[in-house]
Nanobody, 120 residues
Framework: QVQLVESGGGLVQPGGSLRLSCAVS????????MGWYRQAPGKQRELVAA???????FYADSVKGRFTISRDYVKNTVSLEMNNLKPEDTAVYYC??????????????WGQGTQVTVSS
């Protein structure tokens, strides 16, 4: 059993900041990439940022220079620092982990999602 638990969403004014966190727990053998996706109403889910087991990071063009992804390899957590937030960042943000459990199965796991609303 694997669980991804997110925290840190909320309402913020344009130009403000938020930090999202995601903790992974369960019968984990190894975690490969971890990332954050978002889905706005009426739109497809999109990759926002990702970080591999080798600390390589990826950012969507729309968030480069404003968002920073980080990972704690001991605690199995991933965070997303979001600065200079814009109304178009409003979405439900989902944590994702590409991981292998102790029986050898490798699969993508998802968190339940956390709402981020940027509005004045």
């Amino acid at each position: 059993q694997v669980q991804l638990v997110e925290s840190g969403g909320g309402l913020v004014q344009p130009g403000g900041s938020l930090r999202l966190s995601c903790a992974v727990s369960g019968s984990i053998f190894s975690i490969y990439a971890m990332g954050w996706y978002r889905q706005a109403p009426g739109k497809q889910r999109e990759l926002v940022a990702a970080i591999t087991s080798g600390v390589t990071t990826f950012y969507a063009d729309s968030v480069k220079g404003r968002f920073t992804i980080s990972r704690d390899y001991v605690k199995n957590t991933v965070s997303l620092e979001m600065n200079n937030l814009k109304p178009e960042d409003t979405a439900v943000y989902y944590c994702n982990a590409d991981l292998q459990v102790v029986d050898g199965t490798r699969y993508d796991y998802w968190g339940q999602g956390t709402q981020v609303t940027v509005s004045s």
